[in-house]
């Protein structure tokens, strides 16, 4: 069962490492979209803590480095991401679009109280 645990991290990883490079890859279009949801800092900072967060939090999920804490940024930044941009309850696709972001949550604080499993460099 132990590389179950490195399985999930690698899922829940995929996630936030093709998000974050997405934001990479389209800078100018993402910060259009998070000016749009009247966020309480500037769109070009919450931009830069999105892509270190996703990118980063990603990245240590995988190889298994810091996991729990990395867990607990990413759980963090999807919760606030469904709050900021999932809010409409009126809209069915938003409302997928935040129990999406929750049930994530959910799987990184898994791995938040019960760390990376075997197969990483953590070893927890």
Do not use: C
Not at 40 to 55: D, G, K, S
Not at 93 to 100: C, F, N, S, V
């Amino acid at each position: 069962m132990p590389f179950i645990a490195f399985i999930g991290r690698l899922l829940l990883a995929a996630v936030f490492i093709w998000s974050g490079y997405g934001k990479l890859t389209g800078a100018e279009g993402t910060m259009g979209y998070i000016s749009s949801v009247n966020m309480p800092i500037p769109a070009n900072i919450a931009y830069w803590i999105a892509v270190v967060v996703e990118l980063g939090g990603g990245i240590l999920l995988v190889i298994g480095l810091l996991t729990r804490y990395a867990a607990a940024a990413l759980a963090v930044f999807t919760i606030a991401a469904a709050y900021f941009f999932h809010n409409d309850f009126a809209n069915q696709m938003q409302m997928i679009q935040l129990m999406k972001n929750v049930a994530i949550a959910g799987g990184l604080l898994q791995v938040v109280a019960f760390g990376a499993g075997p197969f990483s460099i953590d070893r927890s």
